[in-house]
């Protein structure tokens, strides 16, 4: 199928996306990297009387460590972001999943803001800001705002981006000594979107994980932190954040798992999970042995 | 062509000098094919070409109360806008019956639908306009009043007397009913030790050719032909076909079939849309083409495989299988399809269930049933797969029963291989098959005791895995019993015509189809042996049915073994005429000379007598100093068609290796063998990667694929992104042996093998992973696809 | 509002200058506008890969990008890759290998597989597998795609040893 008609601007700046924005109203939409927006398209599943594409602003592209923060440019492509040393070195959780989304070519011409503003509830991107507690830097007409990863996922496709707004960065706090993490989804096969999938973070201290926060991807309307689970890690008691989540988590049927397979799977990724974050804890004191 | 990898051939009749039979010759297409040189027909743009997009029903059962078209004629681009019924005036309906299926019925079928949709993704209006998306951009634009009719989906409920019925002139919605009852069932299963019932359900899944399905039709007033650029297996089928529903004579169609990207059984029906397309350039008089695009290829391309079979085996402690029953239920949407029936594939579950053993008692039921989903038909494998799983699911249950190996079970019942010829419970008869050797040969390679200690040894720490087995028969070379005989003009006979050109290379032009399983490299394999030169020296011509002798395309694994043979004889006939051409021009005995590597030599020896260029030269340009009263005649046909046999079966057995993830329900396939026999092996390479691409595509049937609809006829994850293919990471490699068991009813001995791997794959899994689960009591799977889910609920845990 | 515009880009090294409809997506029009018919389209929505078309140096999926995106860019099909024989010994691999049965898929199976042989070293055949694991391919089961990259690692290896 081919997209039904539409015209196409070229945004020169944010400043310029913006007022396309303005100009254009409710008929635009931004185009980013274009992995999920033009497969819809091609179905016909919307149909925008223009698109603005994001693609030629140099200034929405680029990895930096900053104020403490691991800031990722929106027009940043996933393949930059997987090949990226800060990334690695400062948020490991991100250059874990990369891998998992999509296939070489999706992450060739994907672009993390693309993810975070489209925020498929099973997406891996969406999930680890969550887990990370970053923030997302939202550009409109009054200026740039902060919106906490808590506070940015509202319900299925709706985050805190207006509109006539521009997502133009993510910002991951950086990895600490103390930091841990550990991500995990079950993907029908490779690349696929997760019947389940869990991205976690949380503080070393001494032989226990404090600050745990685990961000559930594929299980909800949005990526869906499991608060009560995490008290429970927090607690040091797995089997009792394992039953936490009956409460944390009901997700839904859908086509590749029916809600009691993903709560089942649910389990099984927090075992693993806390498990990859323990192995990490001991690795960290086996490397200060050495 | 470099040779890549060489098997010696015993061979007796075959052992030519310098022969490629048994060699692996690259395919003369592949320097196209990976260049992106080649023409598929989505390719294919011709002057004043329009093209079609058609306006699908979005109700899986509605009355067509109107169609208005006028917003859409009007809009930008579009050259016409087209009912079922404008369209009616030019193509006539059909009805996909067959003589030999008794009793099967169905209702005409239109070429875009007129009164009433039957399901979802019918076409009810088309489009033509200049471009694809202007045409598709003016379906928007078409306004439909449907009424809304109930829709039957449920195979189990079809039949009953509260259902409606989709046909009322039919009187109920029952397609097609085969029983057998062979022996003595119920006297065998009361004397068996062990009798184990079970339910097999299959999901409807469909072919996802990589290329959909394509046409480009030319309907040439001025010289009244029609030329159709199609994607199709059987391009003389589907010129008989254009004619008959077109009006036209025969020879006023030619249908020409370049590359085809995957066809795999899809690509061998009759597509309303595809003859709709093909009215259409008759109705406006200009080229006009249609390609499939993804979302309607899932509601439209044939589906398959949708069955429910409960079935039964009795067993005894000395693990003799005393029985097999089976009651075998399908829905196959709301036509039967042109013109090879959509009964065909339960009348093989039929036919093969119980196949590879030889036990007497035997009882059968199959029901097709019509509903409002997508057609089902015939898709690579045809029956196969659901009667491997059926058969070995079976047999499994049985050995788990009697506490017995599953080899040791299968080596009791399986037919021994000094009883040839022999004949079935259920009425087939096998010329020569190898089941034990090709078992044997198979725990060889996979070395079976050690995967079993192995397995134990990880059982205690909490890893399990599972070994499984299939042994299959597979159905090849049909001859006219498979669908003349039930009145189809479906061609079980093939032709080759083989000419020596003015340069002493030559060109054969066979009737069968490429579509890439290499029959092209095989006929070139066959006549460059048969006649004595090289192969580079060998040109063919295939899919072109003003080029080609009349033929019945690529179906049933018959390309090699009908085609084939075909085109050795008309390479061993137009050996015997060049030679009496040479022996005239060099006063010699014909049967005193031989060619060998494309030069006269006297016979036994490499001792050059005369070039084939030097004989072609003299032949065709001067002709006047040959002896007078001398013709040579450089060009010849040979037909084949099996006759001793109605089939020619083939027979092996695949093993998989898989482990679970009892927490997960995942299941990862670790290892994949296949031991075969298909008689001849004309080119090892394309015979073992024809193995492992069916293997494959049944281990997608197992674990992933699935036309997934509610309960009101909508497909729900019609699109590739929810419909699971398999993909390479979760495929695992594969190995592949042969047993050579070749036929007698040709000279070659070739049979087929394009279908073994898909046969085999789906059972194979299915028992390893009930092997893997054992242990922990977990209920057998017999549901297909093996999801997560499905594991996790067999063990319990959800 | 969907007002055609020109696009300026190199295709195959030489400079292709077109006026085209916004909707109008890259494979669609190395297809239809180009005649360059080696790339295909599979499925129209990203998943296939048989449309996988180099952008800037860079797969893409030519179904996913749109051709005015392309105005200023450098794109390489299979026809170019091929005449420049820069995957002279992928294609001869998969020849030799049978690695493709109806090759619909092939285009984009070697542009994708010359990606990941560009990075140099010796990818083992999971990892293959996994830079293979979006592009579709019915015919062959992949094992012998596998292969035949293999096959061409290990020769780009020892002829740089």
Known sequence: ?290 | MKIVADTPSPLTALDRPNSYIGRAVPRPNLGRLTQGRAQFVSDVTLPRMAHVAYLRSPHAHARIVAIGKSKAEHAKGVIAVVTGADLAKVITPWVGVLSHLKGIKSAPQHAIAVERACWAGEAVCAVVARTRAEAEDACELIDVAYEELPAVTDPETALDPQTPVIHPELGDNLTFERTLDAGEVDKALASSDAVIETTFLFGRHTGVCNEPRAVVADWNAGEERLTVYHGTQAPHMMMNLFAKHLDLEEHQVRVVTRDVGGSFGIKVHTYADEMATVALSKLLRRPVKFVADRIESFVSDIHARDHRVHAKIGVKKDGTITAFVIDDLTGIGPYSVYPRTSGIEANQVVNLTGGPYACPNYRARARVVFQNKNVMCQYRAVGHPIATAVTEGLVDLAANAIAMDPLDIRRKNLYPDDAYPATAASGLRFEKLSHHASLEKIADMMDYKALRAEQERLRKRGIYRGIGFASFIEVTNPSAAFYGVGGARISSQDGATVRLDATGAVFIHSGVTEQGQGAEAVLAQCVASAFGVPIERVRVVTGDTDNVPYGGGTWASRAAGIGGEAAWQAGKALRQNVLAAAASILQAQADALDIVGGIVVDKGTTRERITLDEVARICYFRPDTLPPGFQAELMVTRHYVPRAWPFAFTNGIQASHLEVDTETGFITLLRHWCVEDCGTVINPQLVDEQIRGGIVQGLGAALFEHCLYDERGQMLNGNMADYLVPMAVEMPDMEVGHVVSPTADSELGAKGAGEAGTAGAPACVMNAINDALRPLGAKPLTEMPFTPGRVLAALGRV | MSRQLDIALTVNGERVSERVEPRLNLVDFLRDTLGLTGSHVGCEHGVCGACTVRVNGTIVRGCLMLAVQCDGARVETIEGVSDSGAIADLQEAFTRRNALQCGYCTPGMLLTAQELLARGGLPTREEIREHISGNYCRCTGYHAIVDAIEAVAQQRNGSKA
């Open chain 1, 1 to 290: 199928m081919k997209p039904a008609p539409f015209a196409y601007a070229k945004a020169r700046s944010v400043e310029d996306a913006l007022r396309l924005l303005r100009e254009h109203g409710e008929g635009a939409r931004l185009l980013a990297g274009g992995q999920s927006l033009i497969a819809t398209l091609n179905m016909r599943l919307s149909s925008p009387a223009i698109l603005i594409d994001l693609n030629e602003i140099a200034a929405l592209s680029g990895i930096a460590l900053r104020d403490g923060d691991v800031v990722i440019g929106a027009m940043t492509r996933h393949a930059e972001v997987q090949q990226s040393d800060i990334v690695a070195s400062h948020a490991p959780l991100v250059a874990a999943a990369m891998p998992h989304v999509g296939h070489a070519a999706i992450r060739n011409r994907g672009t993390i803001g693309g993810s975070i503003a489209f925020a498929d509830p099973a997406a891996e991107l969406p999930a680890c800001l969550l887990a990370l507690g970053g923030r997302v830097e939202i550009a409109g007409a009054t200026g740039t705002r902060m919106v906490a990863a808590d506070d940015y996922f509202r319900g299925l496709y709706e985050t805190a981006v207006g509109a006539d707004e521009v997502l133009t960065a993510i910002r991951l706090p950086a990895a600490t000594p103390a930091s841990r993490f550990g991500f995990l989804e079950f993907p029908r096969r490779h690349g696929d979107y997760a019947m389940a999938g869990l991205a976690a973070t949380a503080r070393a201290d001494g032989a226990s994980l404090k600050d745990v926060r685990l961000a559930y991807f594929g299980v909800g309307m949005t990526p869906v932190r499991a608060r009560k689970a995490e008290a429970a890690l927090a607690g040091g008691d797995v089997e009792a954040a394992v039953t936490a989540l009956v409460s944390d988590l009901d997700p839904p049927d859908d086509i590749q798992a029916s809600g009691a397979v993903k709560r089942h799977l649910a389990g099984v990724l927090l075992r693993r999970v806390t498990a990859q974050m323990d192995a990490r804890i001991e690795s960290a004191h086996d490397g200060g042995k050495a």
